[in-house]
């Protein structure tokens, strides 16, 4: 067990550092298995853009579509309550499959969407949010374009590519995210009845209920969890997500 964890956290980086490129992910660096930047050490050196991600969603659609379900799975139930999807465009944006949600301080809130609509597919990346409900506004805003525009004649992604010696630092959002300025800039993003407060006219209000799978629990044994922590020591804990 033990073996295992390791090798998932440390081991995988260099294949996922391989697989990026093979893919094309020529402006991506993974570090950690989490993903995330350090409260000791935010300068990770992992960063990527919204091209690669673009690129990477576009591979996991075309090469694993058997698992396509997973991403439109409402919310899940647990032994400690229901959670509902953190991808708030799944049955709140007509068409919508997907894709993954995301946050650090750095970058703020982030998703990579995808969506079907009248025989056309699309993927859209929205980076730097500064808040869960702006993401799904932007995310939908995106989405909707893609499925709605009549122009084909825009570059491939496959052009869009950073130059030889790129001559920006990675971008880091902190203080527009997380600092206590940027928590009162933000106002009130839910409403009376805690319902998050979406602008964008294609999102639906989110129902209060949702459809959930069960989530089990893995075998009661204590000696390799406890184990399996002793390996998460050294994974750097991520900033934590400002208040709402």
Do not use: W
């Amino acid at each position: 067990g033990n073996h295992l964890v390791e090798l998932l956290l440390v081991g995988m980086l260099p294949h996922a550092r391989q697989h990026a490129a093979e893919l094309g992910m020529v402006d991506t660096h993974f570090v950690n298995a989490n993903g995330m930047t350090s409260m000791a050490n935010p300068q990770t050196g992992q960063y990527t853009t919204a091209r690669d991600m673009a690129v990477l969603a576009l591979a996991m659609s075309r090469d694993f579509p058997e698992y396509q379900y997973y991403f439109t799975i409402p919310g899940i139930a647990a032994d400690s309550g229901k959670y509902r999807n953190t991808n708030l465009l799944v049955g709140n944006f007509d068409g919508a499959t997907g894709m993954k949600t995301g946050f650090v301080c750095a970058s703020g809130y982030n998703q990579v969407s995808s969506a079907k609509r009248g025989g056309r597919e699309v993927i859209a990346v929205a980076f730097g949010a500064n808040s869960v409900p702006a993401r799904a506004d932007k995310a939908a805003e995106l989405l909707q374009a893609g499925l709605t525009s009549n122009d084909r004649s825009g570059p491939e992604l496959s052009t869009y590519l950073p130059p030889p010696a790129p001559d920006r630092p990675v971008a880091d959002i902190t203080s527009e995210v997380c600092s206590a300025q940027a928590v009162q800039d933000r106002g009130d993003i839910r409403d009376e009845d805690g319902n998050y407060i979406f602008k964008s006219p294609y999102l639906k209000p989110l129902p209060k209920e949702y459809a959930t799978i069960d989530a089990f629990r893995l075998p009661n044994d204590t000696e390799t969890v406890a184990g399996a922590l002793d390996n998460l020591t050294y994974v750097p804990l991520p900033y934590a997500r400002p208040e709402q």
